[in-house]
């Protein structure tokens, strides 16, 4: 064989072992990830999801937020219903979250950002797991990078930057129902309060006749002049006009157990704001018998229909505790038996109003009279002498 031919033979023979290598490199690349899925089998089974969990820092979960039936709880709060919006978006968060570039697989990389074992104490990240029809779905989710989160799935060593980003808290307390009362002013007959060392009163609603209008024959008005009054010959006769409504009945407040000596507020100062009773929210739930309710402070409010709920406060440290007790409303009765809940201090203060705010303030002692400086007496002339 030639020399030519030999260098020829072993230049192809080169060509053929690159273009394999080069091959088996690409088969074994991992694949772009750019755009996936993070939880590639959640979509499909969002509706089969029936826990979740969040881990910070211990093994055991700081927030369980299950199914129980057809209803969310919360276990860490003796199942007390969940804020169902919460889950949802957290699951069609995490549903959506796609994979935007590759981080570090180095677990001594792991803590800066933010992905190391959510299991262990002092963890900055923390881990979702949830429960699924397939199984069960792992993810820490760490800091916050551009518009996501560096996240890693548990179960792996490459974490990822994912978005959008996943917001979720790991406290109990942010994941109860916090609807608690939505009673309007208009439903409301009495409020009777007895606070837990002070003077008690009741509010009753009362309904006056409408001040009568103003005798139109007094009025200073100038009359119409007769010509335009008189229908012109031959011309119709001109409609009655429509009587004015007869004005509505006044529904006011008014105060019992007004001390000697004082005076009620005006009927605006005695009705509770628009917003007390309305819309009132907690902030966190707890059994009854971890509040120190020894003494309470209890209000009872009636409504036009004859139902009556009662509200029981306390004040624990700078927190205030409320129990709620509603005979005739069935759902409410199944929230609140056994429970206490924390409201915001300025909503515990407009609830339990004391009787001083309802009266007439004092008016403000006069202050003492100061001495004006002293005179100094006018000295005598001296007697002058003798006349001759």
């Known amino acids: 064989m030639s020399r030519q031919r030999l260098m020829m033979l072993t230049i192809v023979a080169l060509f053929a072992i690159g273009a394999a290598l080069l091959l088996a490199n690409r088969r074994n690349a991992a694949p772009d990830l750019h755009g996936a899925s993070l939880l590639p089998s959640l979509a499909a089974e969002l509706d089969t999801v029936t826990s979740l969990s969040v881990f910070k820092g211990s093994p055991t979960p700081t927030v369980t937020v299950h199914k129980q039936g057809d209803q969310w709880t919360v276990a860490e709060r003796g199942n007390y219903p969940a804020d169902v919006s919460k889950v949802r978006k957290l699951l069609l968060t995490l549903s959506d979250a796609k994979i935007r570039e590759e981080k570090t697989s180095n677990p001594e990389s792991y803590t800066v950002i933010g992905v190391e074992d959510a299991l262990k104490a002092g ?63 208009d439903k409301i007959q009495s409020i009777e309060f007895k606070p837990a060392s002070a003077p008690g009163y009741t509010l009753r609603r009362v309904t006056e006749p409408a001040p009568k209008p103003a005798d139109t024959k007094t009025s200073s008005a100038p009359a119409e002049p007769k010509a335009a009054a008189a229908a012109a010959p031959g011309s119709a006769p001109a409609a009655a006009a429509p009587p004015p409504p007869a004005p509505a009945p006044v529904s006011k407040f008014v105060l019992d157990g007004v001390p000697s000596g004082r ?43 004859g139902s009556v709920i009662t509200l029981t406060g306390t004040a624990v440290g700078d927190k205030r505790w409320i129990q709620v007790s509603a005979p005739k409303d069935a ?42 400086p002293a005179s100094s007496p006018v000295p005598k002339k001296p007697p002058g002498p003798p006349k001759p």
């Open 263 to 305: 005076q009620a507020n005006n009927s605006d100062s005695l009705s509770p704001l628009p917003s007390t009773f309305s819309s009132l929210t907690d902030e966190d739930v707890s059994a009854a018998g971890d509040i120190d309710f020894s003494k309470p402070s209890i209000l009872t409010v009636t409504l036009t229909d």
């Open 331 to 372: 759902a409410l009765t199944a929230k609140a038996t056994g429970r206490a809940f924390e409201i915001a201090s300025y909503r515990y203060d407009q609830v339990f109003r004391p009787l001083e705010q309802l009266l007439v303030p004092k008016p403000a002692p006069a202050p003492p009279k100061t001495p004006g």
């Open 123 to 185: 963890a900055t990240g923390s881990q979702i797991e949830l429960l699924a029809k397939s199984g069960k779905l792992d993810v820490i989710v760490g800091k916050p990078a551009s518009q996501g989160n560096f996240v890693r799935r548990a179960a792996e060593k490459t974490s990822y930057v994912a978005e959008p980003g996943i917001f979720f808290e790991a406290e109990p307390r942010f994941w109860i129902d916090t609807k608690l009362l939505d009673i309007a002013n």
